[in-house]
């Protein structure tokens, strides 16, 4: 694969979104005298972006010292000397492999997630199971679109919560023509609507006593001082009307 050394390392240093950074040590052989291979570990600023994993000498480097494309690769734990190692290890034969070295289990576990999860085989494999998962919704909602709806039959369920069991409308009770004060829930300039007048009586036949008149108050009146003298006229009649029949001997 050829990349471009210019526009690689513009994208390592740009203000483009970054995935995982930290510090890292970085084993590597030294070749001694005699034949002797030695190991060592040079401590890098690693900068992870999309599958690809640069690495700095310092974390205010403009340029970085290396580059590792993370395809066709795995990323496992390895025993090693130094503690917290992870390695990065790839599916060719003879291909070269990174052992890395964290600060501590939680930033161990944190780029082991990281890169693990950074090739394009780990998105396509993402993608496939988000399209999987749709297509199972997609199903289920047509079938619940084709079952058949239940038919309302003056019982309405709590909208705030549909597992509440449906609340029964209530049913209007008349008195005298009239729905009872406070059980309709019509309004009129948002006050409810007084009581009803009760109907009146009429005077016994040949009685002194006029009739009484037609309540000049309407049942949409909220003046309780009228409603209260109404009802005192009333009270007033029937008693001079008791009063006449004791005088005349009936009870």
Known sequence: MKLNERSVAHYATCDSPTDHAG???KRVGRHHHHGHHGTSYQRRWFVLKGNLLFYFEERESREPVGLVVLEGCTVELCEAAEEFAFA?????????AYVLVADGQAAME???KALSRASFDYMRLVVRELEKQLEEACSSLAACRKSPRRSSSGRRRHLSNPALPPVQEKQHVLENGYSTWGSSPDRDGGHAKPPPLPPRRRSAAGSSVPALQESPVSPETTCFAKLHHWYGQEIAVLRQEWQERQKRGHP
């Not at 790839?90 to 291909?95: P, S």
């Open 23 to 25: 510090f890292l040590r």
């Open 88 to 96: 990065i290890r790839f599916d060719d034969a003879g291909a070269k």
């Open 110 to 112: 944190a780029w082991v």
